[in-house]
Structure formats: C-alpha cells, structure tokens
C-alpha cells in the first residue's frame, strides 16, 4: 500500500479487515468467516473471494499455513482512515475551509482526540532552523504507518 491512495472499502470488505485489524495476528478464512456469521448467513467461499480480493489489492498480505492460507494486515486501519481524509482533503479547492467545516462536525470527544494528535505531532516536529529541519521529510503516499498493532486517537470508534 505504500504510495497508494486508497478508495474506501467495500462494506464486506470493510467487515473483514475490521476483524484482522482487530485480531491483529495472522487469521485464517475459517476464523474470519465464523466470526462474520454470528452478524450475518454468509458462505466461506465468499469470504474467501473477499480476501483473495484484498490480498490482490495489496490490504493484506497472506501465507501458507498447511492448506490454508493465513491473511495479515498491511497497514493499520489508523493509517487507512489516515489517508481517506487526506484524499478528501487534498481534493478541496479550498483545504481551510474544508478543515473549519470537518473540525465544526466534530464531537467534544473528537476535538480532545484532534488536540492530543496535534500535541503529539507538535513534540515530533523540528524547531525551524535547526539541522533537523532540513532533512528530508518520509515519503508521502498511502496508508502506511507504524506497527499492526498501534492504535491512536485518530482510530477511535472502529
């Protein structure tokens, strides 16, 4: 996924990977389909169809595991949600604006995780001037970013 812009998942789509994000660990088609099944009457084979299709899509990557294969996220749905805003933003022909009006639908909640973030990002920026600023910055692009199992503000509500 990296360098990719996303399109939003699909809703089944979206169901899987909410699960092997979830799980974070390695899941099998077995696992993820009795889990869905409790929500709603699905067959494995469209389970598998779906996974198949994120691993062809570049979500998850997937290895042998006897005559199975066992399916891992790529990124992190923090990164995903991450990059789906970016896009919707980067298409604006006016970001300010677009910003005032997402940070006005904002819950209280959302406002406070927005604060933490900014004070995290804050603590992780260089002062202008120094050597540091000056290094190039990481590749910019899809969703990406730090390990499977990290969770932040930005990922509350999922």
């Given amino acids: 996924m990296v360098g990719v812009v996303p399109r939003q998942l699909g809703e089944l789509e979206d169901a899987v990977m909410t699960r092997v994000w979830q799980w974070n660990r390695p899941v099998t088609v077995r696992e993820v389909l009795e889990d869905l099944q409790q929500e709603r009457s699905i ?21 042998v595991d006897g005559r199975a294969y066992r399916y891992t996220a790529v990124s992190t749905r923090a990164a ?12 604006s022909d006016n970001p300010a604006a677009a910003l005032v009006a997402f940070f006005g639908m904002m819950s209280s909640e959302q406002r406070e995780a927005l604060t933490d973030a900014i004070r995290i990002v804050g603590h992780n920026v260089p002062d202008p001037g120094t050597a540091e600023s000056a290094s190039p910055s990481a590749p910019e692009g899809g969703p990406t970013g730090g390990a499977q199992g990290d969770s932040g503000a930005a990922d509350s509500g999922r």
Avoid: P
């Avoid at 067959?43 to 290895?63: C, F, I, P, S």
């Fill in 43 to 63: 067959a494995y084979t469209t389970v598998m169809t779906v996974m198949d299709n994120l691993h062809q899509k570049g979500w998850v990557r997937r290895e």
């Fill in 80 to 91: 995903y949600s991450a990059a789906l805003m970016n896009e919707a933003w980067s298409q």
